[in-house]
């Protein structure tokens, strides 16, 4: 097994713990999925990585694997 396989690995199991922890609560629900839509009959308040985002009352979120490119310095 390749180095970024045994830390993606790592960090899944470790982001696993985190939810599971949550989902404790009752207004926590906790799914797997590669794509969620999210509907509200309020208008929904959002940020992507820290950036406001159009409200709605819809929100669809989509996992792309290898969508971008990261560099990072050696």
């Given at each position: 097994?390749?180095?970024?396989?045994?830390?993606?690995?790592?960090?899944?199991?470790?982001?696993?713990?985190?939810?599971?922890?949550?989902?404790?609560?009752?207004?926590?629900?906790?799914?797997?999925?590669?794509?969620?839509?999210?509907?509200?009959?309020?208008?929904?308040?959002?940020?992507?990585?820290?950036?406001?985002?159009?409200?709605?009352?819809?929100?669809?979120?989509?996992?792309?694997?290898?969508?971008?490119q990261v560099m990072i310095p050696k």
């Amino acid at each position: 097994m390749h180095k970024l396989d045994e830390q993606k690995e790592k960090y899944s199991a470790e982001l696993d713990e985190i939810l599971q922890q949550y989902s404790a609560y009752s207004c926590v629900i906790y799914r797997k999925c590669k794509q969620v839509r999210i509907v509200s009959q309020k208008r929904i308040p959002w940020t992507l990585d820290g950036e406001p985002a159009k409200e709605g009352d819809q929100v669809d979120i989509e996992v792309v694997p290898q969508a971008i490119q990261v560099m990072i310095p050696k």
